[in-house]
């Protein structure tokens, strides 16, 4: 079973920077390579937003226009582990932030993801 723990989250202000982690346990680190990553976030009142995916480290990337040129996801293969650099962040990115996996490496079209962590709050300041 594949289980995904972020962490990294915390309440930071408007300009700052964070790091979100995600660690993937329950593959291979062969499988852990098939599966594309993704992050995703809901904020309060709001449905849940994709945010950024990765196919394999160095890849092919993928981000939602709002938070392009200010976020980058990245991926060690060898550590089975995802992370979202935030820069200049904005109270806008006030949200839970989730971690997800999916069999394949297809980003286009954005498919539906197979696997959920339980999120970790980010909470940016005015």
């Known amino acids: 079973q594949v289980q995904l723990v972020e962490s990294g989250g915390g309440l930071v202000q408007a300009g700052d920077s964070l790091r979100l982690s995600c660690a993937a346990s329950?593959?291979?680190?062969?499988?852990?390579?098939?599966?594309?990553m993704g992050w995703f976030r809901q904020a309060p009142g709001k449905e849940r937003e994709f945010v950024a995916a990765i196919a394999w480290s160095g890849g092919p990337t993928d981000y939602a226009d709002s938070v392009k040129g200010r976020f980058t996801i990245s991926r060690d293969s060898a550590k089975n582990t995802v992370n979202l650099q935030m820069n200049s962040l904005l109270p806008e990115d006030t949200a839970v932030y989730y971690c997800a996996a999916r069999r394949g490496l297809v980003l286009a079209g954005r498919p539906r993801y197979d696997y959920w962590g339980q999120g970790t709050q980010v909470t940016v300041s005015s």
């Open positions: 329950g593959l291979t680190i062969v499988t852990f390579r098939s599966y594309a």
